[in-house]
């Protein structure tokens, strides 16, 4: 299935990334790659996007496991395109991915960090690629149906 591959190598980029930030660089710090521009700052996130509800990992939890559920439960009613299976496998590994970090850590690591935007993780970018996608896949499908 399209949707645990897309999940899983999500989920071990995202896994694997942050091992190595954890390993070789201390907390807080910050690796200019564009100064001024784009560093590598690792830094743990407790909360949601922009760090919104900070501490309440549990709802985090509830809402992944909540989210891998659903998908089972309705998993033979899955759209077929790849545009939403892929869309679908970004958005649960992105998913898995931050949920791991606040089960075992209690905090996301972060460390894309481009000054203008806060910092964030490989999980987030599956997220916001696959609700996307989901999205673009929803638009498109529902003008097929109106014509």
Same mark, same amino acid.
């Given at each position: 299935?399209?949707?645990?591959?897309?999940?899983?190598?999500?989920?071990?980029?995202?896994?694997?990334?942050?091992?190595?930030?954890?390993? $070789?660089?201390?907390?807080?710090?910050?690796?200019?790659?564009?100064?001024?521009?784009?560093?590598?700052? $690792?830094?743990? +996130?407790?909360?949601?996007?922009?760090?919104?509800? #900070? +501490?309440?990992?549990?709802?985090?939890?509830?809402?992944?496991?909540?989210?891998?559920?659903?998908?089972?439960?309705?998993?033979?009613?899955?759209?077929?395109?790849?545009?939403?299976?892929?869309?679908?496998?970004?958005?649960?590994?992105?998913?898995?991915? +931050?949920?791991?970090?606040?089960?075992?850590?209690?905090?996301?690591?972060?460390?894309?960090?481009?000054?203008?935007?806060?910092?964030?993780?490989?999980?987030?970018?599956?997220?916001?690629?696959?609700?996307?996608?989901?999205?673009? $896949?929803?638009?498109?499908? +529902?003008?097929? #149906?109106?014509?």
């Amino acid at each position: 299935m399209q949707v645990l591959g897309v999940a899983l190598l999500i989920t071990l980029l995202d896994q694997g990334s942050k091992f190595l930030i954890r390993q $070789y660089m201390l907390l807080h710090e910050s690796i200019p790659v564009l100064p001024g521009f784009f560093h590598i700052t $690792y830094i743990l +996130n407790k909360g949601a996007a922009f760090g919104i509800l #900070e +501490n309440q990992r549990w709802i985090f939890l509830a809402i992944a496991a909540l989210l891998f559920g659903t998908c089972f439960f309705f998993r033979h009613k899955l759209p077929q395109s790849l545009v939403a299976q892929a869309g679908i496998g970004l958005l649960l590994g992105g998913a898995l991915g +931050n949920a791991l970090d606040r089960f075992w850590r209690g905090a996301v690591t972060d460390f894309f960090d481009f000054r203008i935007w806060p910092v964030f993780n490989i999980a987030d970018i599956g997220i916001v690629t696959g609700v996307a996608l989901l999205l673009w $896949y929803c638009w498109t499908h +529902n003008s097929d #149906e109106r014509r």
